[in-house]
């Protein structure tokens, strides 16, 4: 029985001393500036075009685009026939910007970056997610 609770003594001051180290780490560092000001996030939509596009259209794609409520930045490239759209999930949707580039009469493929092979981060993304909201909740400043 007294080694039972050596252990859960032990066990408990273990975690409460991770507890304690990870709340400490949390704090450490100066949280960044988008948690500071609470900016909303915002998400990257890439298409690519299937013919040329001239100056009158990339002009024509810029205005429509800006001037729809939820978009924070576009650029097109002429030589490369793609155009990418930042804006804010909230406020618009991938569909009308989609309808906003075949308005010029263009047909727009989207860009899978999930397709492209390379170096990949061998921990999963949902576990790094996961220590980035615990340490976001844990910050106290």
């Not at 997610?129 to 909740?137: H, R, T, W």
Request: glycine share 4%.
């Amino acid at each position: 029985m007294e080694t039972l609770k050596k252990i859960f003594k032990i066990s408990g001051i273990t975690v409460l001393s991770l507890f304690v180290a990870f709340t400490i780490y949390a704090n450490w560092e100066e949280p960044p500036l988008s948690d500071r000001l609470n900016i909303k996030p915002i998400e990257l939509a890439v298409y690519n075009l299937n013919r040329d596009i001239s100056t009158e259209d990339s002009l024509q794609i810029s205005k429509q685009l800006t001037a729809n409520k939820g978009v924070t930045a576009s650029t097109i490239n002429r030589l490369g026939k793609t155009v990418s759209i930042t804006f804010h999930g909230d406020e618009t949707s991938e569909s009308v910007l989609k309808q906003i580039v075949e308005s010029a009469n263009f047909q727009p493929q989207k860009v899978d970056f999930t397709a492209f092979k390379g170096p990949q981060c061998p921990v999963p993304m949902e576990y790094i997610d996961f220590i980035l909201n615990a340490k976001k909740a844990l910050c106290f400043r």
